[in-house]
C-alpha cells in the first residue's frame, strides 16, 4: 500500500489511464473486425474489379477507424463517468440516511469515528434497503466519497463487525483504490445492471417496444463483454490491502473476520438491485464459484480473493484457526443498538371518568366531553381516574392530551396528522430505531412505506403472548383467509393522516395474511392495534409460517 498522497495519487492516475486506453483499443480493435468483414464480404469482391481472395483494409480506411473508436470511447468515458456517485447510488439501491433513525445515526457515527482514524476525510454515508448482507465504497474526481452497508448487515451484525466493515471500504479510499473501482464500475458493470433489467423487460413486453429493447439488449451485450474484460486491471489484492488497513484501523481482525463469515454464508441479495456492481462491494453480490478459486483465470477475471482465504490470513493475524471461528459464530449473540420498542403494552384498564381538584376538594366524575365544557379546567389541574387511586396533572394524561389543543387539523393539512380513527393529533416515537406516528388512544400507528422494510429487517421487538396467540391463528386459517379476500368487495373507510386520501383494507401482501389501511397516493400504511408487531413477528418467521412442518405458530 503507498503510503503517501502523491504515491496515492500517481497509482490512480495510472490506473485509470490504462482504463481509458485499454477502451480505446477495444472499441478499436471491433471496428476493424467489422472493417474487415464488410471490405472482404463475397458482395464486394464481386463489384470491385481486381479483388481476389482476403487482402486487409488500405490505409486511409484504418486511420477513419481509428478516428471513430476515439470519439466511440471519449463518448462512452464522457457519459459512464459524469455523476458518479449518484449514478452507481442509484444502480445500488443507496439512499441518503434517514436523520430521525436510530439505526442510521449510529451508522453515521461509526463512519465518522473511521473518518478522522485515516485522517479526516469526509465520507458519506448511506444505506441500501436490502435485507441482503453487503457494503460498498465509492469515490468521484471531485474527492467525494461514500460508504454504504445494506439494512440487513446494519440490523444483524454487532458494532464491531460493522466498525470492522466500514474501515474495510475506508481502507480502499484512503489507498486510492475506490476511484479505479468505482471507475471501472461505470464504464461495464453498470451497463451490466442495466442488461439485466432488460432482459426481465425483453420477457414481459409486446408489440413495437420489442425491437428497440432488442437493440438495446445487443449493445448492452457488447459492454457486458467489455466489463468482463475491464477486470483484468482491477487486482484481487486490493481486497486483501483494504483487509489490513482495517486490521491497522480498528486493531479487531477477529471482528473482520467474524463479519466476512457471516457476509458470505448470509443471503447476499442475488436479484436484487445492485448485484452486478461486484467490484464496490466488500464481498460479491452475486455468488459466483469463481470468486472461490485461486489460479491465473480467477486471477484475471475475478474482482475478490476467496473468502475463505481472506479470512484465514486476518485468523493468522488473531492467533485463531477456523474452527475456533466457527465455534464463536455458533454462540453468536447480536446485540442491539437502540432502546427496545416503545409498544409497551399498558395493563391499566382506560378511564371513563376522572375526578378534578379544583377549590380544595375532588369534583365529578366527568366524562371527557365534560371535562371540555369546563371553562375553569386547565392542564395544569390535578386528576384522577374513576376507581383509582392514581394521581396526575391533566396534561400527563394521554386520554386528556388532545382537550388541551388550540388548534385542530383541517383537512388537507400537513402540519399535523390526525388518527384516522380517533381524530385526535398522532404522536412521534421510536419503535425499531425507525420514527412511526402513534395514537395514544387506539395504539394505531402509521408509518411510511419506505420505513415498513426498515421495521421488518429489524429483530428488536420481543413479541408478547398475545402477539403470538394471535399469529397461531392467523397461521390455522390463512389458506381460508387469503380466500375470503377476493370475495370481498374494496373497502374505502379511513382517510390517510399524511395525505388524507382514502386509505384501501386489504392484507399487507398476500403471502402475510395481516389486514392493514394503505394509502394509493403515499403509499403509508395505517396499523390498527397489535397489526405492525404481528406483521413483524409473522415476518421474521417466515419461512415456517408459509412452508415449515415445525412452526413456532404451531405449538401448544
Known amino acids: ?95 441518503p440516511l434517514d436523520p430521525q433513525d436510530t439505526y442510521h445515526q449510529y451508522f453515521s457515527n461509526i463512519v465518522d469515528e473511521v473518518s478522522i482514524a485515516i485522517g479526516g476525510r469526509k465520507i458519506e454515508p448511506m444505506v441500501i434497503r436490502s435485507a441482503s448482507l453487503n457494503a460498498f465504497s465509492i469515490a468521484d474526481f471531485q474527492g467525494r466519497s461514500v460508504i454504504g452497508i445494506t439494512e440487513g448487515l446494519l440490523s444483524r451484525l454487532n458494532r464491531s463487525h460493522i466498525e470492522a466493515v466500514v474501515a474495510h471500504e475506508a481502507g480502499h479510499i484512503a489507498s486510492g483504490d475506490s476511484l479505479p473501482a468505482t471507475v471501472l464500475a461505470s464504464l461495464g458493470e453498470l451497463y451490466e445492471e442495466v442488461l439485466g433489467r432488460v432482459q426481465s423487460g425483453i420477457g414481459h413486453s409486446r408489440g413495437r417496444g420489442t425491437l428497440f429493447l432488442w437493440l438495446i439488449y445487443l449493445v448492452l451485450m457488447l459492454t457486458s463483454f467489455l466489463s468482463k474484460l475491464l477486470r483484468f486491471f482491477l487486482s484481487r489484492e486490493r481486497e486483501f490491502r483494504a483487509d489490513a488497513i482495517a486490521v491497522r484501523l480498528t486493531r479487531e481482525p477477529l471482528s473482520l473476520a467474524e463479519a466476512l463469515k457471516l457476509i458470505s454464508r448470509g443471503w447476499r441479495g442475488n436479484g436484487a438491485a445492485g448485484e452486478y456492481l461486484q467490484s464496490i462491494f466488500i464481498i460479491n453480490p452475486r455468488h459466483e464459484d469463481l470468486d472461490e478459486t485461486e489460479g491465473l483465470y480467477p486471477d484475471m477475471f475475478s474482482t475478490h480473493p476467496p473468502v475463505k482465504k481472506r479470512v484465514a490470513v486476518l485468523l493468522s493475524m488473531a492467533h485463531l484457526d477456523e474452527k475456533s471461528l ?71 394524561e394521554p386520554q386528556l392530551q388532545g382537550l388541551f389543543r388550540t388548534t ?83 373497502v374505502w373507510a379511513r382517510s390517510c393522516p399524511k395525505c388524507k386520501q382514502q386509505m384501501h383494507r386489504q392484507f399487507f401482501v398476500y403471502s402475510y395474511p395481516v389486514e392493514i389501511d394503505r394509502c394509493i397516493m403515499c403509499s403509508g400504511v395505517w396499523f390498527d392495534k397489535n397489526e405492525l408487531e404481528l406483521l413483524q413477528y409473522i415476518f421474521e418467521h417466515k419461512e415456517d409460517f408459509l412452508y415449515g412442518e415445525d412452526s413456532p405458530f404451531e405449538e401448544a
Request: aromatic share 12%; proline share 6%; charged share 20%.
Open 326 to 396: 466457527d465455534e464463536r459464530l455458533k454462540n453468536f449473540q447480536r446485540v442491539s443498538p437502540v432502546a427496545k420498542p416503545e409498544f409497551v403494552p399498558d395493563d391499566t384498564p382506560a378511564a371513563n371518568k376522572w375526578f378534578v381538584f379544583n377549590t380544595g376538594a375532588w369534583q365529578g366524575p366527568f366524562a371527557s366531553e365534560e371535562l371540555k365544557g369546563l371553562a375553569w379546567f386547565l392542564p395544569t389541574q390535578w386528576i384522577k381516574p374513576e376507581g383509582q387511586e392514581q394521581v396526575k396533572m391533566a396534561c400527563d
Open 408 to 490: 385542530q387539523a383541517e383537512p388537507g393539512q400537513t402540519g399535523e396528522f390526525l388518527c384516522p380513527t380517533c381524530k385526535v393529533p398522532l404522536g412521534r416515537l421510536q419503535y425499531e430505531g425507525a420514527s412511526i406516528l402513534k395514537c395514544s388512544y387506539c395504539s394505531g400507528a402509521f408509518v411510511e412505506d419506505e420505513k415498513i422494510g426498515r421495521i421488518m429487517i429489524r429483530q428488536d421487538y420481543t413479541p408478547s403472548e398475545e402477539i403470538v396467540r394471535l399469529a397461531k391463528i392467523i397461521a390455522a386459517s390463512k389458506d381460508e383467509m387469503r380466500l375470503k379476500e377476493y370475495d370481498t368487495k374494496p
Open 1 to 95: 500500500m503507498p503510503f503517501s498522497f502523491i504515491d496515492i495519487e500517481e497509482k490512480k492516475s495510472r490506473a485509470i489511464a490504462l482504463l481509458f486506453i485499454f477502451i480505446i483499443l477495444i472499441y478499436f480493435f471491433t471496428a476493424y473486425l467489422l472493417l474487415l468483414v464488410v471490405e472482404n464480404s463475397i458482395f464486394l469482391n464481386w463489384h470491385v474489379e481486381g479483388r481476389s481472395g482476403f487482402f486487409f483494409p488500405p490505409t486511409r480506411h484504418v486511420l477513419a477507424v481509428l478516428l471513430a473508436a476515439l470519439f466511440a470511447a471519449f463518448l462512452h468515458w464522457a457519459l459512464s463517468t459524469d455523476n458518479l456517485i449518484a449514478k452507481l447510488a442509484m444502480a445500488a439501491g443507496a439512499i
